[in-house]
């Protein structure tokens, strides 16, 4: 999973990203959640965990295919040459 973030890693804008939204999902959850069968604990680990992979994980996974196809591209570029 590490290598879906740039290195070092505090320097990536999408890491911060991520964390923030899963840290104001759970903090929400925990002072306002639903009432429902589930423990309010496990309903904040639940949406922080979601929106750590919408926000998160998924656009980082999106990034590295994107960079993975440039660099190909460049390659095939410059062996045609």
Do not use: E
Not at 2 to 30: C, E
């Amino acid at each position: 999973m590490l290598r879906l973030f740039d290195a070092p890693l505090y320097r990536d804008w999408l890491l911060w990203f991520m964390l923030a939204w899963a840290a104001i999902d759970f903090v929400s959850v925990l002072t306002y959640g639903p009432p429902g069968g589930l423990p309010r604990w496990l309903t904040a680990v639940i949406g922080a965990v979601f929106f750590a992979m919408v926000c998160g994980i998924v656009p980082a996974w999106i990034r590295l295919l994107v960079r993975r196809r440039r660099h190909n591209h460049r390659q095939r570029a410059t062996k045609a040459k």
